[in-house]
């Protein structure tokens, strides 16, 4: 669950963390009254989900009231495309109008999860202001990193490895030591996925700033912090996301033409993977789980048809703890609820499967069934083009 700049530093700054100062704007009229307010040279932001900003437009420095207005009618209400939310961009609903500062060192630094080796890393570098891929290819000898497990404290030694390699002054030692434990216990006691800060900064007055930062709450933690999820944009994500994840299922939508559904994340990954190879682009990501039910399968049609992209629908359900003959059963009743009038191609696997294909065969339904995963994505590229 992804953050907006402002709401990420609104928790920087409760926990401890030097943030600038500023003020959030919902409307145009409102950004001219704060910029006459905080009169002063200022750096405003549009709020999206999506980093890049200020290459695609969205980050202007302005020192009139006048210019904050002239800026605020030209995005309000507009999708900024950036590199990592091409190619319809997010909306801007706010704006985030800050102040500027006096910056004498600029650094990244970041805290996120590492799955291999089941701990949480710290990265850092001198290199701030630019991605973190970036700053790998042109200079990754600047990159620190260092581990740590879930239920240890930073080491005295970890924090003097990375204040050196920053190549912080030694009277700021100990505020960047204090820096560091506040940001490592945040991270933790919040269930973050992602904590960054890029870039950071000391400023002239040896101070040490968030200027920019983005945070990402562990999805499956949203129910143990809602002061954090509840204030979470659903404006930033397509209308069908909110809809599945509103009715308990996994969907990310895509730009292909290809429903998917399918019981289990490696399965539906497996699923989409085919299609591409057999020449296709899958139009979602959909993970049914692995009870699913009518109603569930019922849900998830809706859901894909709802995207008038999709020219074919592929079902691809492994039956293990609920058999093929109830699944089949559930994928008719639901392709009759629904008035699916597209091909439905359909791989089931498991227990009873010979019975609920036979199930398939005779509900006279525009349903095709498959032999293999590869026999399914192969027909479904096929009837894609077919419906085009």
Known sequence: MNLHEYQAKELLKANGINVPK??????I???????????SRLVIKAQIHA?????????????????????ASFIFGTNLITEQNKPHGQPVNQLLLEETILIKKEMYF??????????????????????????????PKSITKEYCKINMEL???????????????????????????????????????LLEINPLAISEGDEIIAIDSKISLDDNARFRHPEISNTYDWLQIDKKEVEAFNSGLN???????????????????????LIKISGGLPANFLDVG?????????????ILLSDSNVRVVLVNIFGGIMRCDIIAEGIISAVKEVGVKIPIVVRLEGTNVELGKEILKKSNLNIISANSLTDAAKKSVELSALEN
């Open 155 to 193: 080491t005295s030694s970890q924090i003097n490895t990375l204040t050196i390699r920053l190549g912080i002054e030694k009277k700021l030692f100990a505020k960047f030591k204090k820096f560091l434990i506040s940001c490592f216990e945040f991270f933790k006691k919040s269930d973050l996925s």
């Open 251 to 273: 969907y990310i939508a895509l730009e292909g033409n290809i429903g998917c559904m399918v019981n289990g994340a490696g399965l539906a990954m497996a699923t989409m993977d």
């Open 22 to 27: 500023s003020k959030i704007s919902n409307s």
């Open 110 to 139: 970041s805290i996120l999860i590492d799955r291999q080796t089941e701990s949480i890393v710290i990265i850092s570098s001198q290199s701030g202001g630019m991605d973190i891929e970036e700053i790998a290819n042109k200079n």
């Open 29 to 39: 009229t409102q950004t001219f009254e704060i910029a006459q307010q905080l009169n």
């Open 51 to 71: 980093g890049g900003r200020g290459k695609a437009g969205g980050i202007k420095i302005i020192n009139t009231p006048q210019e904050a207005k002239e800026f």
């Open 290 to 302: 692995g009870g699913a039910t009518s109603e569930t399968v019922s849900k998830a049609f809706k």
